[in-house]
């Protein structure tokens, strides 16, 4: 009986058998994209391979499911590689990876751009519904703490308060 309820445990906790619900990541040009008939504010995760603390946010935050339905309901998703090799066009700018040296992966354009040149992983880009810039958050977040960003952005009250008085 004890090993039943084990296997049943187990079961109940994979994502086939559970109701575990994901972010509807996307990539940078599908967001524009889709920003041009239906507007949404756009996150974007700017992250590593290497990246340890780029690791721990998909394992805890990212599956939390009020980060996931905020999330959602909320934004356009972007899961962007700082050392990607795509070309993207985006703003009349033609973005690229130049190539590291002595073997190392070089920094993409795109990525340095919207981190404004503080290459820091992971870090959080939020930009508005006419896909401009609004602000970057660098570093690791336990969902407790993410949410009320999103939330602090999603809702616009970053327009008339500053985020110590909206969490107040």
């Known amino acids: 009986m ?3 309820l084990i ?8 994502p086939i058998f559970g109701n ?3 972010i509807n990541w996307m990539t940078f040009q599908e967001a524009v ?3 041009k008939t239906a507007p949404k504010k756009i996150f974007i995760d700017v992250y590593t391979d290497w990246c340890g603390w780029c690791k721990r946010m998909d394992q805890t935050t990212f599956i939390n499911k009020e980060v996931v339905d905020y999330m959602n309901d909320n934004y356009y998703a972007v899961k962007l590689d700082a050392e990607m090799s ?4 985006f703003g009349g700018y033609t973005y690229i990876n130049e190539g590291g040296m002595n073997g190392r992966k070089g920094t993409h354009q795109l990525a340095a ?8 992983y992971p870090s ?3 930009m508005n519904e006419k896909n401009q810039l609004l602000t970057v958050a660098p570093g690791y977040m336990e969902a407790k703490d993410f949410l009320p ?4 952005i999603g809702t616009d009250a970053y327009l008339n308060q500053t985020f110590n008085d909206y969490i107040k």
Do not use: C, P, W
């Open 124 to 126: 959080y880009v939020f």
């Open 149 to 152: 960003v999103l939330q602090y």
């Open 20 to 22: 575990a619900q994901k």
């Open 113 to 120: 751009a919207l981190l404004q040149g503080r290459l820091s």
């Open 7 to 14: 296997v049943i445990m187990v079961l109940i906790s994979l």
């Open 2 to 4: 004890k090993r039943v």
């Open 33 to 35: 994209e889709l920003n």
């Open 86 to 89: 795509d070309t993207i066009v």
